[in-house]
């Protein structure tokens, strides 16, 4: 029986939904000091003076850290330099008395108990020399540079088609920073060991990456720090790089030498990594009959002044359409603030935004449907590499998408929709992500009593990890996914890459894959020494936990007891085929949005939506679905309601807690409908499987504001849509 493709349910739910499975922030321990950070109030200048007197003269402080006192840190950037780090100097905590953004941590207060330390923190006086400071990308954009991550090499002549062109648009967009803001805050939780080495609960989307960090950073052996990470509440990509509160939360362990957890609040949820600011142009030259002609895309998006942050915003315009003249740029402002991060759909979730919107216009100026258009300049091949696509059945996500939910019934003309006084919008848009597959190794071990178990040190951040290994474990080994264990979260095992990026089933899976098959080999060669109906067999398969042979059969158990040990194991290590090279690979999509707008009042509410998603095997169906929903979620989020605020006069957020920063809940959501094409892929990887996480979130927010457009005939290119920017 295949166990891939089966929408089982997660094998780690039950701990979860009983509160017996332990986050971060979450892990008891004798004695264990909390720590409490103490943030800049201003967004640039230095610290005169830290008096920390008040709050060490309460009973139960231990003592507060700063740049003056801290323990000795390494020197060079390339020390803070991370698996996931931008260009620069990454950011380093309580190094100098320097203030670079609003909301670094300047001091960390350590006490016996997390209010102590919280209230302590709050009598710990800093003297400030402030300086101007710079945060608005919108009024220094023509001090922009070009980034060091340089998009695909213009091809044609952009300039002399578009100036040609029958019909041209020059189309201005813009899109807010946004928060990660996962429902488990950072933590970091340091047991300090009694030889000295350092067992850390880090909430992380790589546990060997913080391992690293925490390794260079602070001069230790690899032997010296082992990073956990169970499971994860959530992270988005907030988790990809190490945050400041695991070397606090180190610095006070080692200069202690006792066991210290940092948590940090909602508000401090707000003073790292985040989805940047973008102001985007779109330039579109068509013929008549809707060809592409000339396609140009200009992103510039805000970075921090010791780091250059660079997305992949604009390259998804030079691949989703054919187009045989496209220009690509994307620039860089520095500003007094911290630097940004990956966020889901890194990247596309927002260049699609202003490629997918001004598609929709191109398709109002040209009087041709918007699924029509996309037909019209459907791509054969990704141009950006000039490679055929490895699979691509985005025409059936059209197709399939525009059925389900009824694309045919729609009246082109804005505002011809209603129910009542409520005006009734549809708007489209197609989605890309690419599917990329990293280097990963594997340990599958099986017992004597025919129980596997499968390791490599990746996270689970809520995505099923664990379920999905189980499955591709079962399905390679033949042993029934009961008998399944998957051990992740732990720097110690195998090498795995960081979470993200929708790569963790091609690249884990495939070396889970791999280590099974390797297993697998193993006992049949045992098979084949001890029993003589399997010496000469030609094919055997292994399934139900035994391995087959004609009529012949034995448990895998037996194999390992004739073995002489007491468990089998192989490890591997996986990369991505040879046969990839010569193909691009990518998920798609397809996302249609009904909203209805509320004439008297202007509310917005999407009422429907249908996401067509063409993901080649899809592992199990349940989480795959789970994960498109919560992409859309999102996207509806991105849309009508995320915005971080800033007061560029004093350089800080003015929405930091989720009271102000407004995200969708269950009355902002109505139907979702997720379909996943039919899609084979042989290339891509053993599986034949491309990651979901992001490519559920890539289009939707465009799909909503082009269903805006229609319902009201207001069309906003300032993200979010609210209904003050319509009426």
Not at 188 to 200: A, K, N, R
């Amino acid at each position: 029986m295949s166990a891939i493709g089966k929408p089982l349910d997660r094998v780690d739910g039950l701990l979860k939904v009983t509160g017996q499975a332990r986050y971060a922030g979450e892990f008891p321990e004798d004695g264990l000091l909390h720590g409490s950070v103490v943030s800049s109030n201003i967004a640039k200048g230095r610290v005169i003076r830290i008096d920390a007197s008040n709050a060490l003269a309460l009973p139960g402080v231990v003592m507060v850290l700063d740049h003056l006192n801290r323990p000795k840190l390494a020197s060079y950037d390339d020390s803070y330099a991370d698996a996931d780090a931008a260009d620069g100097s990454p950011f380093r905590p309580l190094y100098n008395d320097r203030v670079l953004y609003s909301g670094q941590p300047l001091a960390l207060v350590i006490a016996d108990n997390l209010e102590l330390a919280r209230h302590a923190g709050s009598l710990v006086e800093i003297e400030y020399a402030a300086e101007p400071a710079e945060t608005d990308l919108l009024a220094l954009q023509e001090q922009a540079h070009l980034s060091p991550q340089t998009p695909p090499k213009p091809r044609g002549n952009f300039q002399a088609e578009w100036a040609g062109a029958a019909t041209r648009l020059d189309l201005h967009y813009s899109t807010p920073i946004e928060h990660h803001n996962p429902m488990e805050p950072h933590a970091s939780t340091v047991l300090y060991q009694p030889d000295g080495t350092l067992h850390i609960h880090d909430k992380t989307q790589g546990p060997q990456n913080c391992q690293a960090y925490v390794q260079k950073v602070f001069g230790l052996d690899k032997r010296q720090v082992r990073i956990f990470a169970a499971f994860v509440g959530g992270a988005f990509g907030s988790g990809l790089r190490p945050q400041y509160q695991l070397p606090l939360a180190v610095m006070a362990s080692l200069a202690l030498k006792r066991s210290v957890r940092v948590t940090l609040t909602r508000q401090q949820m707000f003073t790292f990594g985040y989805r940047p600011r973008t102001l985007q142009r779109l330039q579109l030259g068509a013929a008549a009959n809707g060809r592409l002609l000339a396609l140009g895309h200009t992103a510039v998006g805000q970075t921090s002044r010791f780091e250059d942050f660079s997305e992949h915003v604009v390259e998804w315009s030079g691949m989703l359409y054919h187009c045989d003249n496209v220009q690509l740029t994307y620039k860089l402002v520095p500003l007094d603030v911290f630097t940004p991060l990956d966020m889901r759909a890194p990247g596309a979730a927002l260049g699609v935004i202003g490629l997918e919107c001004a598609m929709d216009e191109l398709a109002c100026a040209l009087g041709i449907d918007p699924v029509q258009l996309r037909l019209i300049n459907y791509a054969e091949r990704n141009q950006n590499e000039d490679k055929p696509w490895s699979s691509k059945a985005l025409r059936e996500c059209y197709s399939e998408g525009a059925e389900r939910f009824g694309w045919s019934q729609r009246n082109p003309e804005p505002r011809s929709m209603r129910d009542g006084r409520q005006l009734i919008g549809w708007g489209m848009a197609g989605g890309v992500w690419e599917a990329l597959q990293m280097k990963a190794s594997a340990k599958a071990r099986i017992d004597h009593l025919g129980k596997l178990t499968v390791s490599s040190a990746t996270t689970d951040i809520g995505t099923g990890t664990y379920t999905v290994m189980a499955q591709i474990a079962a399905q390679a080994s033949g042993v029934p996914v009961g008998d399944v264990t998957f051990l992740l979260g732990d720097s110690s095992l195998p090498t795995a890459p960081l979470q993200g990026g929708s790569f963790t089933v091609s690249s884990v899976g495939s070396a889970v894959q791999q280590a099974c098959e390797a297993l697998n080999a193993k006992l049949l060669d045992i098979a084949r020494k001890t029993y003589p109906a399997f010496k000469d067999a030609e094919s055997a398969r292994f399934e139900n936990g035994q391995l087959h042979a004609g009529d012949q059969r034995v448990s895998l158990a037996q194999l390992v007891q004739d073995s002489g040990e007491s468990a089998l194991e192989v490890q591997v290590d996986c990369e991505p085929g040879k046969q990839r090279e010569g193909y691009a690979s990518a998920t798609h999509s397809a996302v249609f949005v009904e909203v209805r707008v509320d004439e008297d009042l202007g509310t917005i509410k999407v009422s429907r939506v249908v996401s067509a998603i063409a993901a080649g095997r899809v592992v199990n169906p349940k989480m795959a679905r789970s994960q498109i929903l919560g992409g859309v979620v999102w996207g509806i989020g991105m849309a009508l309601h995320e915005e971080t605020q800033v007061d560029h006069q004093l350089g800080r957020y003015m929405n930091h807690s989720l009271a102000e920063y407004h995200i969708p809940v269950n009355a902002d959501i109505g139907e979702i409908d997720v379909l996943f094409v039919e899609e084979h892929d042989e290339i891509v990887n053993a599986l034949g499987s491309k990651g979901v996480g992001e490519i559920g979130i890539v289009g939707v927010a465009a799909a909503v504001a082009n269903a805006v457009y229609h319902a009201t005939g207001k069309r906003v290119r300032d993200f979010p849509v609210t209904l003050d920017k319509v009426f």
